[in-house]
């Protein structure tokens, strides 16, 4: 009897502040501020997303009017044939390929050596663990074209120029990545652990079979933050590839399109419309566990 005394009133108390909640909802005043913050939200989404819109119409212009006076949004014809005519231009498919070879490679790398390295510095205990890793959180504030030239040399070194190691490997090994991991596995409740230990389960048994599976959204959102950091890489693969053709990547081949006769606008807008449906792919499909991703690793993984 004295617990139904104790919850009735919690209940009937949580269903009073939710009438009311909803009650607050539905003064004028409430349900102006929420059509100014949609009014709001669509106007930003549509100034952030009107250089795209530009670009897809310029991808359908002539070329001779791409720079007509006055400017306009739509061409006198839409040309579709120049999608098609992206791949005859040159090797663009090579680009592709090359792009899904070092992107999808490059992320499975960033992905276990992140993943393994956020375990060892958030879940075990071991000397020196934290000024290691302030060590390595310090190679953050490292501007990365400062690296450009002795990497170049290490890749001479190892005579993997113009190869897809050098493409990857280099940056493989990001503090990013790390601390993104360390601060959600710091997260995820000691107990599971110990209880796996009890059952005589090691670290890395713990690692593969209760971490991991816990930490699904926080994958997501490294591999796509990963991917699309390798997908739009342009200054590393072209100052370390030899043969464009051969190895050459996507944002590589979109400066491909201006020659010493002049630019190919309207197939550059289109190579650079086929180049980003691959990222707007992964991200709509990652959706969901990039925004839970984001979320639980600001708050630690909690």
Same mark, same amino acid.
């Given at each position: 009897m004295s617990t139904e005394t104790l919850v009735r009133p919690t209940g009937r108390a949580g269903r009073?502040?939710?009438?009311?909640?909803?009650g607050a909802a539905t003064t004028p005043g409430a349900r102006a501020r929420l059509i100014l913050a949609h009014v709001g939200i669509y106007v930003a989404a549509l100034i952030f997303i009107s250089p795209l819109i530009y670009a897809f119409f310029s991808a359908l212009k002539?070329?001779?009017?791409? #720079?007509?006076?006055p400017p306009t949004l739509v061409g006198s014809e839409l040309r579709w044939s120049n999608f098609v005519d992206v791949f005859a231009y040159g090797p663009f498919l090579t680009y592709i390929m090359n792009s899904f070879i070092v992107a999808i490679g490059g992320t499975l790398v960033v992905l276990v050596v992140s993943t393994t390295a956020g375990y060892a510095f958030g879940r075990l205990r071991w000397k020196g663990r934290d000024a290691v890793f302030v060590l390595f959180l310090a190679t953050l504030m490292v501007?990365?074209?400062?690296?450009?030239?002795p990497m170049f040399q290490v890749m001479?070194? #190892?005579?993997?120029?113009?190869? $897809?190691?050098?493409?990857?490997?280099? #940056?493989a090994f990001g503090a990013f990545g790390t601390f993104l991991m360390r601060q959600f596995f710091r997260g995820i409740p000691y107990e599971l652990e110990e209880a796996a230990r009890?059952? =005589?389960? =090691?670290?890395?048994?713990?690692?593969?079979?209760?971490?991991l599976p816990l930490s699904k959204s926080a994958v997501a959102v490294l591999a796509v933050f990963t991917f699309l950091s390798f997908w739009n890489s342009y200054l590393w693969p072209l100052i370390v590839t030899?043969? $464009?053709n051969a190895h050459g990547t996507l944002p590589v081949g979109l400066a491909s399109f201006a020659g010493l006769t002049g630019t190919r606008w309207d197939l550059q807008m289109a190579a650079a419309i086929i180049s980003m449906v691959p990222t707007t792919i992964l991200v709509i499909v990652l959706q969901k566990h990039l925004v839970k991703g984001i979320a639980m690793a600001g708050l630690g993984g909690r």
């Amino acid at each position: 009897m004295s617990t139904e005394t104790l919850v009735r009133p919690t209940g009937r108390a949580g269903r009073t502040e939710r009438e009311r909640a909803r009650g607050a909802a539905t003064t004028p005043g409430a349900r102006a501020r929420l059509i100014l913050a949609h009014v709001g939200i669509y106007v930003a989404a549509l100034i952030f997303i009107s250089p795209l819109i530009y670009a897809f119409f310029s991808a359908l212009k002539p070329n001779a009017e791409m #720079f007509s006076m006055p400017p306009t949004l739509v061409g006198s014809e839409l040309r579709w044939s120049n999608f098609v005519d992206v791949f005859a231009y040159g090797p663009f498919l090579t680009y592709i390929m090359n792009s899904f070879i070092v992107a999808i490679g490059g992320t499975l790398v960033v992905l276990v050596v992140s993943t393994t390295a956020g375990y060892a510095f958030g879940r075990l205990r071991w000397k020196g663990r934290d000024a290691v890793f302030v060590l390595f959180l310090a190679t953050l504030m490292v501007p990365a074209e400062v690296l450009v030239i002795p990497m170049f040399q290490v890749m001479q070194w #190892f005579s993997w120029v113009d190869t $897809y190691q050098a493409l990857i490997l280099p #940056f493989a090994f990001g503090a990013f990545g790390t601390f993104l991991m360390r601060q959600f596995f710091r997260g995820i409740p000691y107990e599971l652990e110990e209880a796996a230990r009890v059952d =005589g389960a =090691g670290p890395v048994r713990s690692f593969l079979q209760i971490i991991l599976p816990l930490s699904k959204s926080a994958v997501a959102v490294l591999a796509v933050f990963t991917f699309l950091s390798f997908w739009n890489s342009y200054l590393w693969p072209l100052i370390v590839t030899v043969d $464009y053709n051969a190895h050459g990547t996507l944002p590589v081949g979109l400066a491909s399109f201006a020659g010493l006769t002049g630019t190919r606008w309207d197939l550059q807008m289109a190579a650079a419309i086929i180049s980003m449906v691959p990222t707007t792919i992964l991200v709509i499909v990652l959706q969901k566990h990039l925004v839970k991703g984001i979320a639980m690793a600001g708050l630690g993984g909690r």
